[in-house]
């Protein structure tokens, strides 16, 4: 059996919208199920879905292995709050000889704002771990953030770039590798792009 993040996100919105949209309903509901597969492991999910005064929200899950070490995970959930905000997130996990890989991605909104982020990581049996993550992030005022992170061969690198609702914009960069410490540049400008003093 395989499983995808995308199926776990789609149980988890289709129990979301069959939720109580009363506002002054509180509902609960949670449940699973696990049984042996023909791989000679074992297939399992779970989920849970929430209803009330403050809004909705709903995660589900599931999992399967084959008896021989190897295996695949995937989640998701989302929320909607009372008032407005929103959010759902979705993540995958294989394993298989020691080694592993991840990826996930979340996102959210809301009065100030909205953050989405996405990032992956392979754990390689004994050796380092391989990766990468980006966020992004802006306000209502006009501020934005973006962030990207690396790691590779025993560096992790990450650059960032940040401008303020006036238009100040901070550009940085820090990279660190084991045995050899950290190194770190940044520059700040203003709306003009003229360089000035990083507050």
Aim: with cysteine; aromatic share 4%; proline share 2%.
């Amino acid at each position: 059996m395989k499983i995808n993040s995308k199926w776990a996100v789609l149980a988890a919105m289709v129990a979301f919208g069959m939720m109580s949209s009363s506002a002054n309903a509180q509902v609960v509901a949670r449940g699973g199920v696990a049984r042996k597969n023909s791989s000679g492991g074992v297939t399992a999910a779970r989920g849970a879905v929430a209803s009330g005064a403050k809004g909705r929200a709903a995660r589900g899950g599931a999992v399967t292995t084959n008896g021989q070490g190897s295996g695949q995970a995937a989640s998701g959930g989302a929320f909607k709050g009372a008032n407005g905000a929103s959010g759902a997130r979705k993540s995958s996990t294989q394993w298989s000889n020691g080694s592993a890989t991840h990826q996930g991605s979340a996102s959210a909104s809301g009065a100030n704002g909205s953050i989405q982020s996405s990032g992956s990581s392979s754990p390689a049996a004994g050796g380092p771990v391989t990766g990468s993550r980006s966020t992004t992030a802006q306000g209502v005022n006009g501020a934005r953030y973006k962030g990207n992170t690396t790691s590779q061969n025993g560096t992790t690198t990450h650059t960032t770039t940040a401008t303020s609702k006036t238009g100040t914009t901070y550009t940085g960069d820090t990279s660190a590798t084991k045995g050899q410490g950290v190194t770190h540049t940044g520059t700040c400008t203003n709306s003009a792009g003229q360089t000035v003093t990083c507050p």
